[in-house]
């Protein structure tokens, strides 16, 4: 008899339960991404409204397979908690860049863009990607001048900071009256032995003394200290790129220099906060192991607010750029190790400007796009005059989870095609001499017209790969992927906090200076933080095991399983645990006791209910049912009304509020009606 750890064998590998090479399509169809074997790139496109199981019945399975590398858009972290766990587990690297607020960034991963600036060209690319993705969507210029030459500045001060970097603190270099002290700048900037810093840091020193200076009493130009530093670096490289780009910049009237500044400064107010500085002060993301081992990056944004998600923009920018270097100077050819970018809520995504380019290129790179959306209106909206069209086009595979919008149905039905259909008609005359015939004909008639689509099934899912007919099959159960309980468990209690990893990386380097930026009080906070880890995973994963859980974020709903009898045993065995190795909160019992309290009654009125109304057991699963049943029947709904509204408060959580129902249906309704709104809800 072999053991079994949930749904599978102990000591068994995960390659030999899951074939990690296939990406799972549907519970029954999976794909190779070996594209040599299928003629089909690997970008996928999933269209699926709210609550159609974008998350939970997609995603969640793709990352339980392990077949590439991972970088993924995490809207609230939800995604990071679910499954990092698992996967750093099975050998993954993992780095989350977390932009959720300031608190969050501290525990982020640091990117740097200068470490992966090559050329002059990469510059250009970074500046325009910067001022794309920090323009609010949908407005316009009315005079392109001002972007073009805030643009230019901008140039010349990431030229600066790339080619010769700027001393640390160098904006503290004052005189006792409080102005610059240009002489001890310079000395700093000549002195080889001052660390030069090569970051977004640098950049906002040296626009820091960026201003229109003028004599006040004659109304001439003077210099200011930032003119002062490129002049002296002109002396000695009169055609560098940062002193060609700051003189055009530069040229025009006081004011149109000063609009030009503020513009700049206005531009890069976003990133001048702590906490987005130290998050680029340097590089832990290394984007070159991405495609050679293994590594799931967490891009974590808040859904509510964008400020931070340029930041995201110039991540997948620079990633496509030196991935795509990579694959063909280095590797010549696809990436050893596939790597994915999984797009959750692309509408909200910041991407490179030329996304729709590397779309039709990445196959060959061994890099594809997993594209979420609600509804094509969203990429309609992103990509005018006909360009939404190049998505689709570059995705040989398209997946429809459901959803209402009516102009998608149309779409995806006029996709399907149609189907051929005997037709037989009957004609009667009547009269004396009456007759009758009979007509077979071989019509055509769509697959599926938009309202069949908008009626499929909630478990259900279309598929349409390029060169095959349109599939119909189950939506991915993804509790029964022989990986779910492994990942559940793996994740119970799993933190990340990027200081931690810094701090074992300086102790196994034996070098201070590697963590960076940290000093001895924080060194010691970070210490305790790091046993606070180990401890607490420790504890949280005996839990786990005890409590039998399966959705770690809630383990409280499964202690719903538990009555009286079990709840004493396991805390007499947590009890009889080894000292400081685990102990059972002990408001987290009390809280058990209460969700068994409330168990036992909601099951007792549930019965109660059942014998009243002469119902059927079998047509109740959960108590809301029986709630909502019982609350319907005091509304003098019928039966069949009951049956019918009952569907909006099951699944896997609840559909629709008691009171909005209520609010919604009256008994006096007819159950066509009740029937059509019903299915319009779901």
């Not at 525990?107 to 990469?122: A, G, L, M, T």
């Not at 931070?308 to 923009?313: A, D, E, P, S």
């Amino acid at each position: 008899m072999e053991r079994r750890e949930g749904n599978v064998m102990a000591g068994m590998s995960y390659a030999q339960i899951v074939n990690t090479r296939n990406r799972m399509l549907s519970q029954n169809i999976q794909m190779t991404l070996d594209t040599r074997h299928t003629d089909l790139n690997n970008n996928i496109l999933v269209i699926g409204g709210s609550g159609s199981g974008k998350t939970y019945r997609f995603v969640k399975p793709q990352l339980m397979q392990m077949s590439s590398s991972f970088i993924i858009t995490d809207p609230k972290g939800e995604l990071y908690r679910d499954t990092s766990g698992f996967l750093k587990r099975n050998g993954y690297d993992i780095k989350v860049l977390n932009l959720l607020n300031e608190d969050e960034m501290v525990k982020s991963s640091h990117f740097n863009p200068f470490r992966y600036i090559q050329n002059e060209v990469d510059i250009l690319k970074l500046i325009t990607n910067l001022i794309a993705n920090t323009t609010p969507k949908g407005s316009t210029s009315n005079d392109p001048f001002w972007e073009k030459a805030e643009g230019m500045l901008l140039q010349a001060l990431f030229y600066y900071v790339w080619l010769e970097g700027v001393p640390k603190n160098i904006w503290e270099c004052k005189k006792e009256n409080g102005e610059d002290d240009i002489e001890e700048i310079l000395n700093r900037i000549h002195n080889p032995e001052i660390e030069k810093l090569h970051n977004v840091r640098a950049v906002m020193e040296l626009l820091k003394f960026a201003e229109v200076r003028e004599d006040p009493r004659t109304g001439a130009k003077l210099d200011s200290t930032l003119d002062l530093i490129m002049k002296d670096l002109e002396k000695e490289s009169p055609n560098h790129k940062a002193i060609l780009n700051y003189n055009k910049s530069m040229r025009g009237a006081a004011d149109t220099v000063r609009s030009i500044i503020i513009t700049a400064n206005a531009r890069l107010a976003p990133v001048e906060t702590e906490a987005v500085l130290s998050i680029l002060d340097d590089d832990e993301i290394d984007i070159p192991l991405i495609g050679t081992r293994k590594t799931a990056i967490y891009c974590v944004i808040p859904d509510n607010d964008t400020t931070y998600n340029f930041l995201v923009g110039i991540l997948y920018k620079m990633m496509f750029q030196r991935l795509y270097y990579e694959a063909d100077f280095i590797h010549g050819g696809p990436l050893p190790v596939h790597v994915t970018f999984m797009l959750d809520e692309f509408d909200n995504v910041a991407l490179p400007e030329d996304f729709l380019s590397l779309l039709s290129t990445m196959r060959s790179r061994n890099i594809s796009s997993i594209i979420i959306i609600q509804d094509l209106s969203q990429i309609k909206t992103r990509y005018k005059d006909g360009e939404h069209e190049k998505i689709m086009a570059n995705c040989d595979t398209m997946i429809y989870l459901g959803g209402n919008g009516p102009g998608t149905q149309k779409e995806l039905s006029e996709l399907m095609g149609k189907a051929t259909i005997d037709k037989r008609t009957n004609g009667e005359t009547l009269g004396k001499q009456g007759s009758s015939s009979r007509n077979y004909d071989v019509v055509g008639r769509e697959l599926m017209f938009p309202d069949e689509l908008r009626k499929i099934e909630g478990n259900k899912c279309i598929l349409f790969i390029r060169g095959f007919d349109p599939v119909l099959d189950n939506k991915i159960e993804s509790k029964k992927h022989p990986l779910w309980n492994l990942m559940c468990d793996a994740q119970k209690g799993e933190l990340f906090d990027a200081r931690i990893e810094r701090l074992r990386k300086m102790k196994s380097d034996k070098q201070k200076n590697s963590i960076g930026f940290v000093n001895e009080a924080e060194l010691a906070h970070l210490e305790l933080l790091e046993k606070k880890e180990k401890k607490h995973y420790e504890d949280e994963k005996r839990v786990a095991d005890l409590l039998g859980t399966e959705l770690p974020e809630k383990p409280q709903q499964y202690i719903f399983r538990l009555d009286y009898e079990e709840l004493d045993q396991l805390v007499e065995q947590l009890k009889e645990a080894p000292p400081g190795k685990i102990v059972l909160d002990q408001d987290l019992i009390h809280k058990a006791k209460e969700a068994v309290d409330q168990q036992i009654k909601t099951e007792n009125e549930k019965q109660a209910y059942i014998q009243m109304n002469q119902i059927d057991v079998r047509e109740f699963k959960t108590p809301e049912e029986a709630l909502a049943f019982s609350a319907l029947k005091k509304k003098n709904f019928s039966n069949p009304q009951i049956k019918t509204l009952l569907k909006l408060v099951r699944g896997d959580r609840e559909r629709m509020d008691l009171n909005a129902i209520l609010e919604t249906f009256d008994p006096q309704m007819d159950m066509e009606t009740i029937e059509m709104m019903t299915e319009m809800l779901l």
